[in-house]
């Protein structure tokens, strides 16, 4: 669960780690009033979760009551790469001498946590490890044994920070773990992390994903349930008590089980194919989950083929096809779409799928086969 940069400087603030003072506004109105309770210089910051606010204009600095409603109207309803800004977090301006940049992460193949500190902060960090890697110092933590002040210190010194920010930097970085151990997320980065004319070390932006395993833990977690930012079809999903997500390509997927909607995924794209999304419906597969979870794919434009890939387990295979002839009579398909029904009952599942057979609608008992013909369906391998 990725949180907003408000939610994750309020984290950020729970460890000790120095944000300035700020609030969150979804209307001008309030945007300005904040402003005046905060006193100026402030910041507008446009809250969606995407990098890059900055140079899309959704950051801006306001002097006076004018120019933060100015700006406020200006940022909130703004699209910033796919993402509208339905609130701003308003803070305390901060002077700034130096930008540097902070993480800690998981490194899956190390089995450790990845410490990264730079002394090239504000930019896109994944440009810096493109062009000069060696700007970034790294420092794998031993889970079992933590990460420690010398550690902290030794990793500032490592990146070339500035010797006026090395106390304060090596304190926030000993929070800033304490907050990605504690706190159970999967990273925390801090993007800048400034220097100020008079020597203090903050977190000027926060970019916190928690470890959705680790909720059971945390029911503080609720909070952030209601501002999880989905798309259209994600929500519409969600209602209908479907596991969708959305993906990059063009074959639209539906399957039962988490562990078959993968394998889809991935036998979708060993053929060459891409998959338009994940879309588990569980165990069952009556008309209206069918239903329901056709209407969610053939609302996504990119979808060129369907591929429903079900295993009748202890719903029958006749029970399944049932669902699907149902569902088919209900939701009006454009697109071709390719049936591999297998698992109990089959052979009756796929006698009765006959009566929807045509050149758009197919049935495959074979993985594989049905998988490469809902590609060639779609138009064939994407270039
Ligand atoms: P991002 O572009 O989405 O990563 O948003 P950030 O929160 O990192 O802000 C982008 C840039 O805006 C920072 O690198 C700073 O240069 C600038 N900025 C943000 N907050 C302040 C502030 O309080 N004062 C000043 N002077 N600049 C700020
Ligand atoms: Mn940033």
Known sequence: MDLFEYQGKQYFAR??????PGGVASTVDEAV?????????VVIKAQVQ???????????????????REHASAIL???IKGHVVRAVWVER????????????????????????????????????????PAAIARLHVDPFLGFSPEQAHELVARAGLDDEAAEGAADVLVKLYRCFVEGDADLVEVNPL???????????????TLDDNAAFRHPEWEEFAGTVELDERERMARKMGLQYVGLDGFVGIIANGAGLAM???????????????FLDIGGGASAEVMANALEVISSDTNVRSIFVNIFGGITRGEEVANGIVTALGRVDITVPMVIR????????????????????????????????RAVALAGGVQK
Do not use: W
Request: hydrophobic share 40%.
């Open 77 to 79: 309803g703004m699209d």
């Open 263 to 277: 394998s889809t995924c991935d036998v979708v794209n060993q053929v060459g194919g891409m998959p338009a999304n």
């Open 194 to 208: 400034v220097l100020t004319p008079d020597g203090r070390v903050h977190a000027l932006d926060a970019k916190v």
């Open 50 to 68: 995407v990098g890059g606010r900055g140079k899309a204009g959704g950051i801006k600095l306001a002097a006076d009551a004018g120019e933060a």
């Open 33 to 41: 009033a904040l402003s005046e309770r905060l006193g100026y210089p």
């Open 15 to 20: 460890f000790g780690i120095p944000v300035s």
């Open 93 to 132: 301006a901060s002077d700034i001498a130096k930008e540097y940049y902070a993480s800690f992460t998981l490194d899956r193949g190390a089995k450790a946590h990845l410490a990264m500190v730079s002394a090239r902060g504000g930019v896109d960090i994944e440009q810096v490890a493109a062009e000069d």
């Open 341 to 372: 029904l297998d698992g109990t009952n089959a052979a009756q599942g796929r006698e009765i799928l006959r009566s929807v057979e045509s050149g758009k609608v197919i049935s495959s008992p074979n993985m594989m086969d049905a998988a490469r």
